[in-house]
């Protein structure tokens, strides 16, 4: 949720779903003050990677719903996220996301990984498309572990 909120929050503000990149970068460090210019492109080459931003002719567009995304007052990103996630901890997040309980989550996902034998990637990614959340990122993550 956290990385949702990091990366939402410029397109938020603006009230578009796509940005230059020089822009979304200005508006974490800059105007934020949340982290430095290079610390917010590494947050751009993150949220690619899990499927929370796209590229597209200079532009970064959101691929995520940005009405879900509300940014407390006091909130500061942290540092892991600045960290590659994994393939668990990307379609976990999502599954929350799209609003179920994490506890339940994390316990249908070690049932699935204890009764198939799979890894926990694996597992996630499975539970998070049986409960219909789109975890494309994830899954091509969690394959290429394997």
Known sequence: MSLRVAV????????????GEHEFVVSLSLDRDWMSPD???????????EGLLERDDGELVATFDLDSVTVPDDYTPDES?????????????????????????????NALQR????????????????????????????????
Do not use: C, I, W
């Open 81 to 109: 996220l600045f960290q590659e996630r994994s393939a668990f901890e990307t379609a976990l997040d999502a599954v929350v996301s799209a609003g179920a309980d994490r506890q339940e989550t994390v316990a249908a996902v």
């Open 39 to 49: 610390q917010a492109t590494r947050l751009v080459d993150v949220a690619t990677g």
């Open 115 to 146: 009764d198939l034998g799979v890894t926990a990637d694996v597992a996630a990614v499975l539970h998070a498309r049986r409960e219909g959340v789109d975890v494309a990122a994830a899954a091509r993550k969690a394959g290429e572990e394997l």
């Open 8 to 19: 939402g929050a410029p397109f938020v503000s603006e009230g578009r779903d796509r940005l």
